[in-house]
């Protein structure tokens, strides 16, 4: 068999502040994967921590059937963790593009950085 390539859409910083506070939609999922001591450094409100090397054995716990935002530093982990949900089933998987480098600078310039 041929693997069939997966597309992961990649939303702006904008757009996902946007959905997050729109009432009429149901709220994403926001799942960050970086390391525990990046997430204590900055992260968006109301993201679960999850990094990516716990991924595979937590993927039970996270929804799938609801939208899910996969975020990271710059968008390259948060990436691979959606391909991995993409392949596991989830048929709505986003990716922050940028990350929280890009939340930062576009949604809360009050965000530490690093």
């Known amino acids: 068999t041929v693997a069939v390539p997966v597309l992961i859409p990649q939303l702006a910083p904008a757009e996902v502040a946007g959905w997050r506070n729109d009432a009429a939609r149901p709220a994403p999922v926001v799942v960050d994967v ?14 679960i921590s999850m990094p ?11 929804p799938p059937a609801q939208d ?12 691979q963790a959606a391909l991995f949900l993409a392949r596991n089933g989830f048929s709505r998987v986003y990716n922050l593009r940028g990350g929280v480098e890009a939340w930062a600078l576009e949604v809360d310039p009050s965000m530490p950085r690093y």
């Open 34 to 47: 970086r390391e525990p001591w990046e997430f204590a450094h900055c992260r968006i409100d109301g993201a």
């Open 68 to 79: 899910v935002i996969l975020v990271c530093h710059h968008g390259s982990r948060s990436q």
């Open 52 to 62: 990516l090397s716990q991924l595979p054995a937590r993927v039970t716990e996270l």
